[in-house]
């Protein structure tokens, strides 16, 4: 079974740094792109940033600059560093794979991880 674990939300100060981490395991396909997206109160989810298996990145703009996604593929690992955070920053943040079998395609969420930022 395909299990996406987040980890690293937490409270910050604006102007602050936070680290997410995803955890992947029960991988069984191939992975074409990994990524993070965020949802705040009242408002639809969005995507933050992704990368390819091919190390392509693509963010959003409102997280330009400030944002960077990696990821170690040996430890099916995900990162997302945060800095220069801003309030509207807040939001949880979701840890995303989408992949594919020869038969299936995977859209894989984690639970989410809450990141407040505080003015």
């Known amino acids: 079974q395909v299990q996406l674990v987040e980890s690293g939300g937490g409270l910050v100060q604006a102007g602050g740094s936070l680290r997410l981490c995803c955890a992947a395991?029960?991988?069984?396909?191939?992975?074409?792109?990994m990524g993070w997206y965020r949802q705040a109160p009242g408002k639809q989810r969005e995507l933050v940033a992704t990368?390819?298996?091919?190390?392509?990145?693509n963010y959003a703009d409102s997280v330009k600059g400030r944002i960077t996604i990696s990821r170690d593929n040996a430890k099916n690992m995900i990162y997302l560093q945060m800095n220069s955070l801003k309030p509207e920053d807040t939001a949880v943040y979701y840890c995303?794979?989408?992949?594919?079998?020869?038969?299936?395609?995977?859209?894989?969420w984690g639970q989410g991880t809450q990141v407040t930022v505080s003015s």
């Open positions: 995303n794979i989408k992949g594919s079998t020869w038969a299936t395609r995977y859209d894989v």
């Open positions: 990368i390819t298996s091919g190390g392509s990145t």
């Open positions: 395991s029960g991988i069984t396909f191939s992975i074409n792109a």
